[in-house]
């Protein structure tokens, strides 16, 4: 039987910080539809033109020829799309799987290659993604509490980002500091919980990044996220050799050939590409597979949506070098509100999906009552003493 795509449209959802991009990809099959994500800090209204600026290519086309639609939005669209326009074709491509799950009468992890676990393994972000909770807990007491609730939740691993805005230099006092809020969480937390560290990319060089992460050194992390701004390769090589912790990055390269260049350079330990960013479902599986064959392990980036977050859920279910799933439940109270599926956490494990497609329904009434807005702009806070602005 044919199918054809006959629309496609977004849905925006304002979760504070970010505007959740929803795609919805329409056919000519009666009830037969997807949900995918497209969703992209502080770009939200250029993703949603880069969605209506994309549709054209697709519609009329099989929904079911996904490798085929993903080819011709990129080739037949002449420039090169960006972050903004590869997040565009992602949340398209998520909702292709959604249509095909569906269509097959099976969840999308079936058709992504089958499952190769039994659960999968999340971690969150302390506060449980309360913005303020994650970028303005930088002090041992309020990091030690929050972690101790997230225990108390189930989780067995967590997140924390403490590494104040840096230049070139990293500050001894704040080196300490971080030393510190390190030890004081290892010691809350005990030995078999996981912690890791996001640097956001802060330090301007390897040499800024060097004396912060020795001195989470003692405390083992699981890895330390973006210690050099994304693309620095030869930073993040300079670093390897010179620390224990497992250096990972990605979620800000969106190409498939940009990380291609960091696994040969042999940088990391853990790569992150994020799906709703780097082309979406299958793309993602590519780029694992290529880290998967010289020994690098993924953890998805994912503080998005709750779209994003069942199709991390179903990579993962899938993709045999997966390591542990970030995930964001608790950036709004409603989260479970605009989007049912099937994420269901025990024992710090996401449980696999049986229902077909990405098995979500989406809301619209719930949507709706969260319209766009301005986002929070809390990059605006990354600024030093002396005026000079620097990365979130």
């Known amino acids: 039987m044919g199918v054809k795509i006959t629309a496609i449209r977004t849905r925006v959802v304002n979760a504070e910080m970010r505007n959740w991009v929803f795609v919805r990809v329409e056919t000519d099959v009666p009830g037969l539809y997807g949900w995918g994500e497209a969703t992209l800090e502080w770009k939200t209204r250029a993703v949603v033109g880069a969605v209506e600026d994309l549709a054209p290519l697709v519609i009329g086309r099989d929904p079911r020829d996904i490798e085929q639609a993903v080819r011709v939005m990129k080739k037949q669209s002449f420039w090169r799309l ?69 225990m108390a939740k189930g989780y067995r691993a967590f997140k924390a980002v403490f590494i104040p805005y840096t230049h070139f230099h990293a500050p001894l006092p704040e080196v300490d500091k971080v030393g510190r809020l390190m030890e004081a969480l290892r010691k809350a937390v005990g030995p078999e919980i996981e912690i890791m560290v996001d640097f956001h990319g802060r330090p301007a060089s390897a040499a800024a990044a060097l004396p912060y992460i020795q001195a989470l050194e003692p405390g083992r992390p699981m890895f330390v996220e973006e210690p050099v701004p994304p693309g620095d390769t030869a930073g993040l090589k300079a670093l390897v050799g010179r620390t224990s912790i497992p250096l990972a990055t990605g979620e800000r390269l969106v190409e498939r050939s940009e990380f291609v260049e960091l696994l040969a350079a042999n940088a990391v330990a853990v790569i992150q590409p994020d799906i709703c960013h780097c082309g979406g479902l299958l793309e993602a599986k590519k780029i694992a597979a290529h880290a998967e064959s010289v020994g690098v392990g993924v953890a998805p980036h994912n503080p998005l949506g709750p779209i994003a977050g069942v199709a991390a859920l179903h990579f993962a279910v899938s993709t045999p070098n997966h390591m542990i799933q970030e995930e964001m439940v608790g950036a709004v109270p409603w989260y479970f509100e605009v989007v049912q599926g099937p994420i269901r956490m025990v024992d710090g494990f996401w449980q696999v999906p049986e229902a077909p497609g990405l098995g979500i329904e989406v809301d619209e009434e719930a949507c709706a009552r969260h319209p766009y807005a301005q986002e929070v702009l809390h990059t605006q806070n990354a600024v030093l003493g002396d005026g000079t602005v620097v990365d979130w």
């Open 82 to 150: 960006g972050a903004i326009g590869m997040s565009a074709i992602s949340g398209i491509e998520m909702a292709l799987w959604d249509i095909m799950g569906k269509h097959f009468g099976v969840p999308v992890w079936r058709l992504l290659g089958g499952k190769v676990r039994d659960k999968v393994a999340v971690y969150t972000h302390l506060g449980l993604g309360d913005m303020r909770a994650v970028y303005e807990t930088m002090d041992a007491d309020p990091l030690v509490l929050r972690a101790q609730e997230l």
